[in-house]
């Protein structure tokens, strides 16, 4: 009866631990990367994506924001990435950018970087913001825009940024998602709100199956004026049409040609009569005082 208790509770510790791996498994490598549907403070959070100063690509369908720093690479990733393929389900991706406020005395921005998100909020110029990504962030200086820092109302723009991410930031944890960038919220086709701490691409496929966007999508575009692409022959393809049969040339100002064996003859025409050999001397030895030359 001992031994049948001992093996009992060895089982049931077995049992316990099993599970416990299993809901961890499950947690780790899937329930934590699905996104969140938002039941609080909906109205609050809509209203602060509305008010956002977004750019965007164009597109005019379902809108998806993307919020995130111009230092994120999981932000710069995601939208190079999955905008083309969420385009293709005709989703709109609005990028809202904000700079970073200062830590502990330590800045987490650049002067260019200000200016830049200050010139986005003010004008929503989806070129400026293709041109940032693009370059390097040590090599993009924001050349031609005016500079945010000293200018009191281009400092605004910046701070409302930063208190536009803060702000979502504290309703989204509200709400049982953490902060990490890039936040990405957008409505589901029943309408529901949900939001995603998408920092890792596994989570990104969430959206594409919430979305009804592909997984891989032919961002290749052929250029019509391009030349048709040359095709050897012998594949079956037409061969090249035969030369044609010319007509002889007359020379000009009735002089004779320079080689009647090249002349071309037509039927029915008279041959042209042989020219005599010319008849040319032989050679004749010369000495010299040290050789002979012919």
Same mark, same amino acid.
């Given at each position: 009866?001992? /031994?049948?208790? $001992?093996?009992?509770?060895?089982? #049931?510790?077995?049992?316990?631990?099993?599970?416990?791996?299993?809901?961890?498994?499950?947690?780790?490598?899937?329930?934590?990367?699905?996104?969140?549907? $938002?039941? /609080?403070?909906?109205?609050?959070?809509?209203?602060?994506?509305?008010?956002?100063?977004?750019?965007?690509?164009?597109?005019?369908?379902?809108?998806?924001?993307?919020?995130?720093?111009?230092?994120?690479? *999981?932000? &710069?990733?995601?939208?190079?990435?999955?905008?083309?393929?969420?385009?293709?389900?005709?989703?709109?991706?609005?990028?809202?950018?904000?700079?970073?406020?200062?830590?502990?005395?330590? #800045?987490? %921005?650049?002067?260019?970087?200000?200016?830049?998100?200050?010139?986005?909020?003010?004008?929503?110029?989806?070129?400026?913001? &293709?041109?940032?990504?693009?370059?390097?962030?040590? &090599?993009?200086?924001?050349?031609?825009?005016?500079?945010? !820092?000293?200018?009191?109302?281009?400092?605004?723009?910046?701070?409302? %940024?930063?208190?536009?991410?803060?702000?979502?930031?504290?309703?989204? /944890? =509200?709400?049982?998602?953490?902060? &990490?960038?890039?936040?990405?919220?957008? /409505?589901?086709?029943?309408?529901?709100?949900?939001?995603?701490?998408?920092? =890792?691409?596994?989570?990104?496929?969430? $959206?594409?199956? !919430?979305?009804?966007?592909?997984?891989?999508?032919?961002?290749?575009?052929? =250029?019509?004026?391009?030349?048709?692409?040359?095709?050897?022959?012998?594949?079956?393809?037409?061969?090249?049409?035969?030369?044609?049969?010319?007509?002889? $040339?007359?020379?000009?100002?009735?002089?004779?040609?320079?080689?009647?064996?090249?002349?071309?003859?037509?039927?029915?025409?008279?041959?042209?009569?042989?020219?005599?050999?010319?008849?040319? *001397?032989?050679?004749?030895?010369?000495?010299?005082?040290?050789?002979?030359?012919?």
């Amino acid at each position: 009866m001992r /031994r049948f208790f $001992i093996w009992s509770a060895l089982a #049931a510790l077995i049992g316990l631990v099993l599970a416990g791996t299993g809901y961890w498994a499950y947690w780790n490598f899937y329930a934590r990367f699905q996104p969140v549907t $938002i039941t /609080r403070n909906q109205a609050e959070i809509q209203r602060l994506l509305d008010e956002a100063s977004w750019v965007s690509g164009g597109g005019g369908g379902q809108p998806l924001y993307v919020v995130g720093y111009r230092d994120s690479a *999981a932000t &710069q990733g995601y939208e190079q990435q999955e905008a083309p393929k969420l385009r293709a389900a005709g989703v709109e991706t609005r990028v809202v950018m904000f700079a970073r406020p200062d830590r502990e005395g330590l #800045a987490q %921005s650049t002067a260019a970087e200000r200016a830049t998100v200050a010139e986005l909020w003010l004008s929503r110029d989806w070129t400026l913001y &293709q041109r940032w990504t693009a370059t390097p962030s040590r &090599q993009w200086t924001a050349a031609g825009l005016p500079v945010a !820092d000293g200018n009191l109302a281009r400092s605004a723009v910046v701070e409302a %940024s930063r208190q536009f991410a803060d702000r979502l930031g504290s309703l989204l /944890r =509200d709400a049982g998602v953490s902060t &990490q960038y890039p936040l990405i919220l957008w /409505r589901d086709r029943a309408g529901f709100l949900k939001a995603c701490a998408c920092s =890792d691409k596994r989570s990104w496929a969430f $959206i594409r199956d !919430d979305l009804g966007a592909p997984d891989k999508v032919d961002t290749t575009v052929a =250029d019509p004026d391009a030349p048709p692409p040359f095709v050897a022959p012998g594949d079956g393809s037409p061969e090249g049409l035969p030369y044609p049969t010319l007509p002889p $040339i007359p020379p000009a100002n009735g002089a004779a040609p320079a080689d009647d064996a090249a002349a071309p003859t037509t039927p029915g025409a008279a041959p042209a009569p042989a020219r005599p050999p010319v008849v040319r *001397a032989p050679p004749v030895a010369k000495k010299q005082e040290d050789a002979t030359f012919f």
